[in-house]
């Protein structure tokens, strides 16, 4: 993948076609091309992409076999290319600019992930609540409840500095369900479950506490060897499969997976409620032992959902 940088030097800005090739692990090379002082026409990406090409080509620069466990090299680099770009346009945001694009992703994650579960309110609805404290008509105090608390958890995550543990894991799911429907607020079940529209069955209650065990300390071995969109993605299947809260369980699992990215200094991102047969089928592999899928379909949805131009996102 590559993408367009402007360099700003002496008042003037310059244009360069860019684009980030693992040489390593852990390693990556910037071949920059530079085009002008006028953003690039197609024909000049064009031939500035084949000179890149030539120029790793040249200098032994050859894609060694991915030494991730689901993603590609070229997905790999697409996901560099997206963390460098967000970052490189966030850090020039305003404050103000800041506040406004943090209220909107929180307004469409929201949304989105409650949605997926059965929340009744629409998108509007979910931004008159979140960013104007306006409760609709017909808002139920469970819809109403879901939202508020799931803007307190995204203003949690954002500031947690620790790890992945049982306290945190908790706290997620007790600022998500706190005076909701949910019988049982930042605990495991006591009861069995089953989950609507799926053959899997969830462990017994009784084994939750075991089976979590092995989630971190599974996490705690591959946080140094998994890409985080990896990371979050296979943690979120595991947590799913588990399901070990009496509600709230596929929102906590998309926070925990999100909380992952911005650890990594990657943009978060949300699973469009249009989109939930695909995500549905993705989490379903990963019942069947397989979480290529979700790998996959995390990753195209993450860089799907972050196109950069030069005036912003």
């Not at 409760?135 to 992945?164: H, L, Q, R, W």
């Not at 600022?175 to 019988?183: E, G, H, Q």
């Not at 071995?221 to 969109?229: D, G, Q, S």
């Not at 991102?269 to 549905?280: A, C, N, P, Q, S």
């Amino acid at each position: 993948m590559v993408y367009l940088e402007n360099i700003e030097r002496g008042g003037k800005t310059y244009y360069y076609i860019t684009k980030n090739i693992r040489v390593g692990d852990k390693k990556w090379k910037k071949i920059r091309k530079y085009i002008g002082n006028k953003p690039p026409s197609k024909e000049q990406t064009k031939k500035a992409v084949g000179e890149i090409e030539k120029e790793a080509l040249k200098k032994g620069f050859m894609k060694p076999a991915s030494k991730y466990v689901y993603l590609s090299n070229e997905e790999a680099e697409k996901l560099q290319d997206l963390k460098e770009v967000f970052n490189k346009w966030y850090g020039k945001l305003s404050a103000i600019e800041i506040k406004k694009y943090e209220d909107d992703f929180v307004v469409r994650f929201t949304y989105n992930s409650n949605a997926i579960e059965g929340n009744r309110l629409s998108l509007r609805e979910t931004s008159m609540i979140l960013t104007e404290n306006i409760i609709p008509a017909g808002a139920t105090p469970n819809d109403y409840n879901e939202a508020i608390n799931s803007k307190d958890c995204y203003e949690f995550m954002k500031v947690y500095s620790g790890e992945f543990n049982q306290k945190f894991l908790l706290k997620i799911h007790e600022l998500l369900t706190k005076n909701t429907n949910c019988k049982i607020i930042g605990n495991y079940r006591d009861h069995e479950v089953r989950i609507s529209g799926s053959d899997w069955v969830p462990p017994a209650h009784e084994k939750i506490r075991e089976e979590m065990r092995k989630v971190f300390q599974w996490y705690y071995f591959a946080r140094k060897k998994l890409h985080p969109a990896e990371l979050g993605a296979i943690l979120h299947n595991k947590l799913v499969r588990i399901h070990p809260f009496a509600d709230g369980n596929g929102r906590t699992s998309r926070v925990i997976m999100n909380w992952i990215l911005m650890k990594n200094k990657f943009p978060v991102f949300y699973v469009e409620l249009r989109d939930k047969i695909k995500y549905y089928e993705a989490v379903e592999e990963g019942d069947k032992g397989n979480d290529k899928a979700i790998v996959h379909y995390i990753a195209k949805v993450l860089m799907e959902q972050y196109t950069f131009k030069s005036n912003g996102r």
